[in-house]
């Protein structure tokens, strides 16, 4: 079935560091792919979205660009900063009809100062 | 621009009690959907609507209840509650989509409620 996998956590890095959060998918059809950003004690906002294939969305600095052939939508920062400190999940809806929005596990970033 | 609402943000149950947890949306959204948040394991679909009068289930809705009677409204039921539903629940809404499809994909999220249940 439709799947989302992403890389477990927590990552910590140092601020100014270069981000990357893999995430990887499983689905038929042509899916949307999605990424959403929960700060402490709230609930998720959507960060950046790609409806089709090589599609890059971006956000805040963040980037994923939707590659069909690796099934694959990889979330890159060029330089954190601490406000970054969140969990970051991967989701996408499996084509145009679907009901159902399939969420990853979430991956814990912590930026140091 | 109140956006989603979930009430109570916080709630202890004993086993057996039941609840309803709140959910309301002002920006007339058609889809409406509640997650369960537990560590380590993401957000889990428990119910969603297509618009009123529209239910249908999740990946986990046993033990749970929902109805639409209205755009704005989707509360959430629990039944008789266990401790295995101990989790945070966060609603969700979201536009039609353009192509036909249920949703956009662009889910509005309340704050959460946190549910103990002892």
């Known amino acids: 079935g439709d799947s989302v996998t992403q890389m477990e956590g927590p990552v910590t890095l140092s601020e100014e560091a270069f981000l990357t959060i893999n995430c990887t998918y499983t689905?038929?059809?042509?899916?949307?792919l999605f990424w959403y950003v929960q700060y402490p004690g709230e609930g998720l906002q959507l960060l950046l979205k790609?409806?089709?294939?090589?599609d890059k969305g971006s956000n805040k600095g963040f980037e994923a660009t939707y590659r069909k052939e690796t099934t694959s939508f990889h979330l890159e920062k060029g330089s954190v900063q601490v406000s970054d400190s969140a969990v970051y999940f991967c989701?996408?809806?499996?084509?145009?009809?679907?009901?159902?929005?399939?969420f990853g596990s979430g991956t814990r970033l912590s930026i140091r100062p | 621009n109140a956006g989603v609402t979930q009430t109570p943000k916080f709630q202890v149950l004993k086993t057996g009690q039941s609840m309803t947890l709140q959910c309301a949306q002002d920006?007339?959204?058609?889809?409406m959907s509640w997650y369960r948040q537990d560590p380590g394991m993401g957000l889990r679909l428990i119910h969603y609507?297509?618009?009123?009068?529209?239910?249908d289930q999740g990946e986990v809705p046993n033990g749970y209840n929902v109805s639409r009677s209205t755009t704005e409204d989707f509360p959430l039921r629990l039944l008789s509650a266990a401790p295995s539903q101990t989790s945070v629940y966060f609603c969700?809404?979201?536009?039609?989509?353009?192509?036909?499809?249920?949703?956009?994909?662009?889910?509005?999220f309340g704050e959460g409620s946190r549910l103990t249940v002892l």
């Open positions: 790609a409806t089709k294939a090589d």
């Open positions: 989701a996408l809806i499996p084509g145009s009809s679907a009901s159902k929005i399939i």
């Open positions: 969700a809404s979201s536009r039609s989509g353009t192509s036909g499809g249920a949703n956009t994909g662009e889910l509005f």
């Open positions: 609507s297509v618009g009123a009068g529209i239910t």
């Open positions: 689905a038929t059809g042509y899916p949307s």
């Open positions: 920006m007339n959204h058609e889809y």
